[in-house]
């Protein structure tokens, strides 16, 4: 299994200001993934980050609002920029298991924009 | 239309009755199916998966895929308190990552003493 960090757990931002989410694994692993979590909605992939390239990034999520840096194989951030209360969300990392079929999850960082 | 439908709930049962739980999709070319339980505040968890058709039998829990009417399930038998969570369905289109997946909005599940 893999044990994933992130940090803040929470956060209330003000509109118009960005946020830097951090995820940490305690292993290496080639694909980290960032899920949006939506009230009331189910969870949606936002982009897949591997290190040493860009993050891929699924329809309806764009670099400039969702920058990710992925420094190396345990590291990764999602940046919320230019944030507006529609961005109000649970922010989840996630990485797949070795050889395994299954994704182990962090346990999210709940953002509030006001 | 979603590509994977499932009832939010919420779902609540008197404990030691079976738990029943479905979602659809859309997209045939799923292959792997899966079930995760999320309690409040915490980050998803895998129950189990299946692949392709047929069914799944882990303690108290079955998992059934019918790819024809693409429908998949999940019973807990003897529920208890502690399986009260938001359990979600959720789906892969292909073997080279178990990380992209495509997840229904969950069902809440309370399970009443």
Known sequence: ?114 | QKEVEQDPGPLSVPEGAIVSLNCTYSNSAFQYFMWYRQYSRKGPELLMYTYSSGNKEDGRFTAQVDKSSKYISLFIRDSQPSDSATYLCAMSLNTDSWGKLQFGAGTQVVVTP
Do not use: H
Not at chain 1, 63 to 80: E, G, Q, Y
């Open chain 1, 1 to 114: 299994s893999a044990v994933i960090s992130q940090k803040p757990s929470r956060d209330i931002c003000q509109r118009g200001t960005s946020l830097t989410i951090q995820c940490q694994v305690d292993s290496q692993v080639t694909m980290m993934f960032w899920y949006r979590q939506q009230p009331g909605q189910s969870l949606t992939l936002i982009a897949t980050a591997n290190q040493g390239s860009e993050a891929t990034y699924e329809s309806g999520f764009v670099i400039d609002k969702f920058p990710i840096s992925r420094p190396n194989l345990t590291f990764s951030t999602l940046t919320v920029s230019n944030m507006s209360p529609e961005d109000s969300s649970i922010y989840l990392c996630s990485v797949e298991g070795k050889g395994r079929v299954e994704a182990f999850f962090g346990q999210g960082t709940r953002l509030t924009v006001v």
